[in-house]
């Protein structure tokens, strides 16, 4: 049985930082692509980080670059995001996602065969 599980979201002064958690079991590790994902209300859920499979290679989305930094330690099944200088516009639900892309910056290019549950970021002003 796969299972993601987040952990680590919470509330946050602006630029503060937080780190979350995703612990994965039942799949193999370095087979899959894995994704942050985060989806405010009322809009979309939108990929945020990514590290791709074949190791070496990360993604950012423009709004985040250079604040918010994704890991995975192979050896714990685990990815990370690091999320500093925290900003209101960062409150989001954000969901930890394993699956396939050729385009890991385009969310529709997403194939995601597991999501965590998702973890609440707030951000206060």
């Known amino acids: 049985q796969v299972q993601l599980a987040e952990s680590g979201g919470g509330l946050v002064q602006a630029g503060g930082s937080l780190r979350i958690s995703c612990a994965v079991s039942g799949l193999t590790f370095s087979n899959v692509d894995m994704g942050w994902f985060r989806q405010a209300p009322g809009k979309e859920r939108d990929i945020v980080a990514a590290t791709s499979r074949l190791g070496g290679l990360t993604y950012y989305a423009d709004s985040v670059k250079g604040r918010f930094t994704i890991a995975a330690d192979n050896t714990k099944n685990t990815v990370f995001l690091q999320m500093n200088s925290l900003r209101p516009e960062d409150t989001a639900v954000y969901y930890c996602?394993?699956?396939?892309?050729?385009?890991?910056?385009?969310?529709?290019?997403?194939?995601?065969?597991?999501w965590g549950q998702g973890t609440q970021v707030t951000v206060s002003a």
């Open positions: 996602a394993a699956g396939r892309t050729d385009v890991y910056g385009m969310t529709s290019r997403w194939q995601v065969g597991y």
